[in-house]
């Protein structure tokens, strides 16, 4: 069984940052696929990042440039550094392994004008 549990979100003001956490539990982040999502007020969950286990990311195009995503393997960690936060980032977001159903609960984000 797959377990996400993210971490790291909060409120902060336009043009701060955040870095969000991920532990996960029966998926091995090394060799896995590994997402951010964003779950925006009433808005589907969209893909913000993904990291494949070659270590190639991908960013969605209002975040390439702001956001990194990495991760550290040897504590299956995933990590979403977020700078340059505008308020259209705000939501919930949340990490997933690319081919498995779970979800964690996600971690909100909000961003102030």
């Known amino acids: 069984q797959v377990v996400l549990e993210e971490s790291g979100g909060g409120l902060v003001r336009s043009g701060g940052s955040l870095r969000l956490s991920c532990v996960g539990l029966g998926v091995i982040f090394r060799i896995s696929k590994m997402q951010w999502y964003r779950q925006s007020p009433g808005k589907g969950r969209e893909l913000v990042a993904s990291?494949?286990?070659?270590?190639?990311?991908e960013y969605e195009y209002d975040v390439k440039g702001r956001f990194t995503i990495y991760k550290d393997s040897d504590r299956n960690k995933l990590f979403l550094q977020m700078t340059n936060l505008k308020p259209e980032d705000t939501g919930v977001y949340h990490c997933?392994?690319?081919?498995?159903?779970?979800w964690g609960q996600g971690t909100q984000v909000t961003v102030s004008s």
């Open positions: 990291l494949g286990s070659d270590g190639v990311a």
């Open positions: 997933k392994s690319f081919g498995f159903a779970q």
